[in-house]
């Protein structure tokens, strides 16, 4: 069970230490993404690796995955006085890196560390806080750079080495059109996914660098004089590796603190997890730390507390159950516009006291809200993408691309159809501009509400906003789509000029947070917690939709589905989840690890829709591929659309 201490392990040590142990032993429950591929789509910038090499030509690829082979040949190509290494393999006592970029010159070792992350090349990079340490969102990329450099510079005494952080310059524009599409996506004869440089990419593709090195040797310093990298112990930088080392060498679990993170730590066991005799994780830290029993997790606790800043502070003075929190902990301020956050909160804690299973509804307050509403009800939802490598000319790094839409009405006679839907996932193409047209088709005809959950799309609209008044070559329509975006929009905080739309866009995300909370939903108020617990509440909504009354010729129109029942149970009497009923963008382990991703809000740029689009644009695949995941892609976000319709028909079912 000894395991050497790599970079990846080191950085999920810094998170939490306790996870060397259960990453190492098979009996514990892991869901962490095992697939390179799946887990480089989560980062966003799977081609930012192969991109980089380019800036480097005449490098050496180290392939060997046997980690001995690789370390005898990266020695072996280093008695080279000068040479480019692809994946240099070192190894130091117990430690082992995998170096992305490393430049030898004479005497001179440098280490490049490839990142999907962006920053602007225009502007000082800001790595540190006032404090001089590492800002959060810096952290584990300095230092897993600084623990590079710590294993080559002992590795490699008697050479210099300087560390770089090389990284998206957001500030740039590509200078060509099609650049992504130069690297594809393929899968070798063991079936593993990789991406691979196109032989059609050319000097003028590379002219303008959307990577840039910088150089963090002086930070790479000061945390090897730190003596707290946020482990709860005062020790050296050396100390710590070899702390870490030492528990991956002899399997020794490390105990560290409990806390808000253990709501997202990758060791929860699912319930087919148990069934194939698998223990979870957390638990275990609890049982061991706190003295809990194993069904701690059966009943709600602080982890599931809503938007609540202080879960640590709660952990630490030995409060894990909701059941004992007390008002003094939420120090509750009342609104006089539906409940505030920490009223919300406090009826969480409430109906966990009294183990209340009903529902929380301000009928005065939603009724008033709903009467403000014009019909017909316009329910939209948006899928989209940010890409590190740009579409088309002229474009920068990670600009926000939306590629889907869905659209349902409801007719003040209750009667409801899913009116209109748009898709764009052509390799290469900027969707944009067809996306806005075919939005603003959907919604002109009339002055009825407009429905969103969150403020996602009217961010996307505001970027749009913006990408057509800077474009260099804007469509023929620009002024007409600008004009109607500013209609059912309103402008973003940071932006010079301001306005609110006459018809800005209604979300039921905040009519949720002010008038209904659901104690099924766990603390979440995800679209995708709120209607199955809505489903389950609703017998007007189990009536209508436990007939296959969706996509019938005398029911619902729907676009994608036909004589569908969305309310079904499984043999145990459960209501299945309307969610679960769809067909597969990826693998069930795939979807569970991009649900566990998702939670933990390391999908920055959004799900398995996401992750479904990049693989339309990058993987080579045939016609038949391509149609069943746009038809799957349809399903899900009319779902979307159509849980915002349920939602409506629940509330108007209660309140009228």
Not at 201 to 218: A, C, G, H, M, Y
Request: aromatic share 10%; charged share 30%.
């Amino acid at each position: 069970m000894s395991v050497r201490l790599t970079k990846s392990r080191f950085i999920q040590a810094l998170s939490c230490p306790t996870k060397l142990f259960y990453a190492a032993d098979k009996v514990y429950a892991n869901q962490s993404i095992e697939d390179p591929f799946l887990a480089a789509l989560a980062e966003g910038g799977f081609q930012v690796g192969e991109l980089a090499k380019c800036y480097f030509p005449g490098g050496i690829e180290i392939n060997s995955i046997n980690q001995n082979e690789a370390v005898e040949e990266t020695k072996r190509l280093l008695q080279q006085k000068n040479v480019i290494l692809f994946e240099a393999a070192i190894k130091y006592e117990n430690c082992l890196v995998r170096v992305d970029v490393l430049v030898k010159k004479g005497n001179l070792i440098e280490l490049h560390e490839v990142k999907s992350k962006s920053f602007d090349g225009h502007e000082e990079a800001k790595f540190l806080k006032r404090d001089g340490k590492p800002k959060s969102e810096w952290k584990k990329y300095l230092y897993e750079l600084a623990f590079q450099k710590w294993v080559v510079k002992n590795s490699f005494s008697k050479f210099t080495v300087s560390a770089y952080l090389m990284l998206i310059d957001r500030s740039q524009y590509t200078a060509t059109i099609g650049l992504n599409q130069k690297f594809p996506i393929v899968t070798d004869a063991a079936g593993r996914k990789r991406v691979i440089v196109d032989d059609s990419i050319t000097p003028e593709d590379l002219r303008t660098k959307l990577l840039l090195s910088v150089n963090v040797d002086l930070i790479c310093s000061d945390i090897y004089e730190e003596i707290d990298h946020g482990l709860d112990v005062i020790e050296s930088f050396d100390q710590m590796v070899a702390r870490l080392s030492a528990a991956c060498e002899e399997h020794m679990l490390i105990d560290y603190k409990l806390g808000k993170h253990c709501k997202v730590c990758e060791f929860i066991a699912t319930e087919n997890d148990l069934k194939e005799g698998k223990l979870d994780g957390r638990i275990e830290c609890f049982k061991r730390k706190m003295g809990t029993t194993s069904d701690i997790f059966d009943e709600p606790t602080v982890l599931d507390l809503w938007n609540y800043r202080n879960k640590d502070k709660l952990i630490e003075s030995g409060i894990i159950r909701l059941s004992d929190v007390t008002e003094d902990d939420i120090k509750i301020n009342k609104s006089n516009d539906g409940l505030s956050l920490t009223e919300r909160q406090w009826k969480q804690v409430e109906k966990a006291k009294h183990k209340d299973d009903t529902i929380y509804i301000d009928k005065k307050g939603l009724q008033a809200e709903m009467e403000t509403w014009n019909y017909p009800l316009h329910f939209i939802d948006f899928e989209t993408a940010m890409v590190a490598l740009p579409f088309g000319a002229n474009r920068h790094p990670y600009e926000g691309i939306a590629f889907q839409f869905s659209h349902h009405i409801v007719e003040i006679d209750g009667s409801i159809r899913h009116a209109g839907q748009f898709l764009n996932a052509e390799p290469g193409h900027f969707p944009n501009y067809d996306f806005a047209r075919a939005l603003k088709y959907e919604l002109e005809t009339d002055q009825g509400s407009i429905f969103i959950y969150s403020g996602h799309e009217n961010t996307y609209l505001n970027l749009i906003i913006d990408q057509l008044e800077c474009d260099a070559c804007p469509p023929n329509d620009k002024d007409a789509l600008i004009t109607f975006f500013k209609e059912i929009t309103h402008s973003k905080n940071d932006s010079i000029l301001k306005w609110q739309g006459k018809r800005d866009m209604v979300d039921l995300l905040d009519v949720v947070k002010k008038y209904y909370f659901d104690p099924r939903t766990k603390g979440s108020n995800s679209i995708k917690h709120v209607l199955p617990a809505i489903l389950s509440r609703s017998s007007f909504l189990q009536k209508k939709y436990g007939t296959p009354i969706y996509g019938a010729s005398d029911g619902i129109p729907s676009l994608n589905f036909k004589n569908w029942k969305w309310v079904e149970y499984d043999e145990n009497g459960i209501m299945i989840d309307p969610y679960e009923k769809l067909p597969k963008l990826f693998s069930d382990k795939q979807d569970r690890q991009i649900e566990i991703l998702s939670e933990s809000d390391s999908l920055a740029n959004g799900g398995a829709a996401m992750m479904a689009y990049a693989r339309m644009q990058f993987e080579k695949m045939s016609d038949y591929e391509c149609k069943e995941l746009s038809n799957a892609l349809f399903m899900y976000c009319e779902l979307d659309t159509l849980a915002m319709v349920m939602i409506y028909e629940a509330w108007k079912d209660i309140v009228d």
